[in-house]
């Protein structure tokens, strides 16, 4: 415990370094979202900054979230030049609330032109400061919000903001409605788990695809996969075991409350998961988390996979959002309680993310969509592309109870008893869970599954944020008026629940009875990424996104361009990398084996005419069959990308990315993995499936 939260500037730091009076402005700043007022800014510099140089750092950044999904920085130096040829640590509280990145090199979606240059960065003081070192060099890093010259959004930071202030001021409206005198902030909650893969750093650097884009191009099938389910919670290895404690030891000095960790389904892969924390915090840990998951596996000799689906055939990786509501007084409004037919409070806000999921369910979809994404929606391990939700057995019968006029009774769990005379009954729970659902009740919680593992978490939370308190505004409108609370709070919910049962579904999600039953229901089922991109500028999407002050038109519009760009050169890097391996690396290992193949059978038969070389000759048949049709592959896909990028349009490019390069990606990689199954092991020139995946 004596290095949890050790380098985060965090509330205890706060109150030992701080003068009382600015601590408690400060502190109800961040508490109650209030305006920063800027005549505190110097006092906290200067703690800020003494804080850090004993720390050992010697510089400070303002560490921001830009449209990449990733993090940026510029580092700048506490170090100021004197007159007298020495020089001081110095760090004002204008460095501390503004800096000036270069804005024109960052996605932003036509935003500001390219010669606009000009960005801004502010503090965000409701998620703590914190030090990074690595090799020597020790940084001050205060989380920021990124913005142009002429105030447009350009990161991921400022509309989570945003969104999470809009459920604040809905959910508070409608709490006061049922007499809730004592909460002053409504807070939405996270806790995402993490699922990722390890591999030899070795192999990894012998794999340009790895390298380029995060997972294999070309790759057969090993003899053993996932099949016999025996890495599945199984025990943790050595080496991984070693990697996880210095994984986990980095992220408890940076307060990042790793809690569980465990072999996932897919062999060389693994999940952590954290414990909740606020939606704002909780975003900036996650990005921290996959920084540090990157950089302690470089140390320790692997490489760590974020990939949606690094691996062709086995399980692919996500990122399974466990989103809530909490109140500054201890009360979680997604709780259920002992019996959640007579907790009218905790079935209102039940009811409003029912009607926000079905009603908005096309945006939840296009927050979780990206080229990587497509690869494992749908598949075995994820959930489907059609969006349902998983209330479980009790939830299920209360919100049916609804629908007929009003819960009368809530289903119990009882004792589960095993059988075995040394074993203790306990207590067992009132429903069990679904891992199919792609939008689950799991308690007093809602898991969102459908969410990538290389993901910002900030856009599905900025959606479901809104969403949810587009509802709750709705709801507290009507309620407001009227003359009869109670009674018009039980019509309501009936109508919810009549109008939006559809969206409710305990069953298995794989299955292909629920893809037939869900288009009888009218729900969408989108299945890729450029079909969802469009969603994203909809009109009730710039309706609902504008009404809560989250994003204006042309900011929407400007992330629905990023998208679409990213998408292409997501898919065109691919097609580019595809071609260097094919070509340089693949088709030239075939012709050197299939040379010596033929070079062999003339040898056997000049040595010994009578002698069998059909099985040479069979092999050297089908090994010159697919290598025509790898190379007649070759010239389509580079014919493909050719007209792909020939087309204007942004979304016609991604249509035709989507439509015919990777369809010809596909048909190249077939021939390429037949191949890796004829060629001889030790002329194959790229790591296998086998040893990445095994050889840990």
């Known amino acids: 415990m004596d290095i949890y939260g050790m380098n985060v500037f965090n509330d205890v730091v706060m109150k030992e370094r701080l003068p009382k009076p600015i601590y408690k402005q400060l502190k109800k700043t961040i508490d109650e979202g209030l305006a920063l007022d800027p005549s505190i800014a110097d006092t906290v510099a200067n703690a800020m900054k003494d804080w850090a140089i004993e720390k050992g750092a010697t510089h400070f950044t303002h560490w921001f979230q830009p449209m990449t999904g990733v993090t940026a920085e510029k580092q700048e130096a506490f170090i100021n030049p004197q007159d007298n040829g020495k020089a001081l640590y110095e760090f004002s509280g204008k460095e501390l609330i503004k800096g000036e990145p270069d804005a024109s090199s960052f996605p932003s979606g036509g935003l500001p032109a390219t010669f606009e240059a000009r960005g801004y960065t502010a503090w965000d003081c409701t998620s703590p400061a914190f030090i990074r070192g690595y090799d020597g060099m020790t940084t001050l890093c205060i989380p920021t919000v990124f913005c142009s010259y002429t105030g447009e959004v350009l990161d991921k930071k400022t509309p989570l903001l945003k969104a999470m202030e809009a459920i604040n001021k809905q959910a508070l409206r409608v709490l006061k409605l049922f007499g809730n005198t004592t909460a002053a902030r409504v807070i939405s909650t996270i806790g995402p788990e993490q699922e990722y893969f390890l591999i030899d750093k070795d192999f990894y650097e012998k794999r340009i695809d790895l390298m ?163 690869h494992r929606l749908g598949a075995n391990e994820a959930p489907p592309a059609i969006i349902s939700i998983f209330l479980g057995e009790q939830l299920a019968d209360i919100f049916e109870q609804l629908a007929n006029g009003g819960p009368k009774s809530s289903r119990q769990g009882g004792e589960m008893t095993i059988g075995v005379t040394t074993l203790p009954p306990f207590p067992k729970d009132a429903t069990d869970r679904n891992r199919t659902s792609p939008f689950a009740f799991t308690g007093n919680k809602f898991e969102f599954r459908m969410v990538g593992s290389s993901f910002s978490i900030s856009g599905p939370c900025i959606v479901l944020n809104t969403v949810v308190a587009e509802i709750l505004s709705q709801m507290a409108d009507r309620l407001e008026k009227a003359t009869d609370f109670k009674k018009e709070l039980q019509v309501m919910l009936k109508e919810i629940a009549n109008n939006h049962k559809r969206i409710v579904f305990n069953g298995n999600n794989y299955s292909q009875d629920w893809v037939e039953e869900a288009a009888k229901r009218g729900l969408p089922n989108i299945s890729s990424s450029v079909e969802a991109f469009p969603e994203l500028i909809s009109e009730a999407a710039e309706k609902v996104f504008a009404k809560h002050n989250i994003f204006n038109k042309t900011e929407l519009h400007s992330r629905y361009e990023i998208f679409v760009e990213q998408y292409c050169k997501t ?36 040595a010994v005419s009578s002698c069998d070389v059909s099985a040479q000759e069979k092999t050297l048949q089908e090994l010159s069959k697919m290598m025509s049709s790898f190379k007649s592959g070759i010239k389509a896909l580079e014919v493909h990308a050719g007209k792909a990028n020939d087309i204007e349009d942004q979304y016609e490019r991604s249509v035709y990315y989507h439509d015919y390069v990777v369809p010809a990606m596909q048909a190249l990689r077939k021939d390429g993995d037949g191949m890796e199954t004829i060629i001889d092991d030790l002329l194959w020139p790229l790591p296998t499936y086998a040893e990445m995946l095994f050889m840990l």
């Open 571 to 606: 898919i065109n890097i691919e097609a580019m990398t595809m071609l260097n391996m094919a070509n340089r690396q693949i088709l030239p290992a075939a012709v050197k084996y299939s040379t010596e193949l033929a070079g062999s059978i003339s040898a056997v038969k000049s």
């Open 212 to 374: 380029l884009t995060g997972r294999t191009l070309f790759g057969a099938m090993p003899p053993k996969g996932q099949e016999m389910e025996d890495h599945y919670f199984g025990s943790i290895k050595e080496r991984i075991g070693g990697f996880m404690n210095e994984f986990n030891t980095e992220l408890w000095k940076l307060g990042i409350s790793a809690r569980t960790q465990h072999n996932e389904v897919a062999p060389a892969q693994y999940e952590i998961a954290p414990i909740f924390s606020t939606t704002n915090v909780g975003t900036d840990h996650n990005q921290l988390l996959m920084d540090t998951l990157k950089r302690v596996a470089s140390r320790r000799d692997f490489a760590c996979l974020l990939h949606e689906k690094p691996f062709a055939g086995v399980n692919g990786s996500g990122k399974h959002l466990n989103w809530s509501l909490a109140t500054n007084d201890g009360q979680n409004l997604l709780e259920p309680g002992s019996t959640p037919h007579e907790n009218a409070q905790f079935l209102t806000f039940l009811c409003a993310v029912i009607k926000a999921v079905d009603e908005y369910a096309n945006l939840l979809r296009v927050s979780c969509a990206n080229a990587g994404n497509d």
